[in-house]
């Protein structure tokens, strides 16, 4: 078994805002990144394909290919877009980083051929990453 990995780059902004909450409370858990302080990232997302290569391409995925399906399926709804107002996906969620990479797996697990997607791994900051395998 064989991993390949394309690496995606976007920018968005977002808030963290629990609306069952009170400003204070949202806060006390989020500090600046709460209540009306939009702001921000320069994320990277990381999509790792497995899979046995084909013996005639020596692809698992042609990560060309993979490329134009993150950016139909993904990248095209979040680049320079607000996650909280303008990402049909998002609707309803918490914008933070966890629950950002389960619904991109949602989106892009389907459009996935050849390969099978292994795993994500989503960057927010150059120090805060979170990673997933669909479970
Ligand atoms: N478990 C999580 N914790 C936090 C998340 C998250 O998605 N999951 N997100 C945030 C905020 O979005 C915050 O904006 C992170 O950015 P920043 O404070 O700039 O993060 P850094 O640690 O990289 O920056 P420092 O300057 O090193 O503090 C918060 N928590």
Redesign the pocket.
Known sequence: MVYVTRVEHFNAAHK?YNPNWSKEQNEEAFGP?ANANW?G?NYELHVTVKGIPDPDTGFIIDVKKLSKITAKHILDKVDHKNLNVDVDFMEGKLA???NFIIEIWKQLEPHITGGKLHQLRLY?????YVDYYGE
Do not use: A, D, M, Q
């Open positions: 963290l990144c702001h990232h933070s980083t966890e927010e900051t150059p120090r805060i």
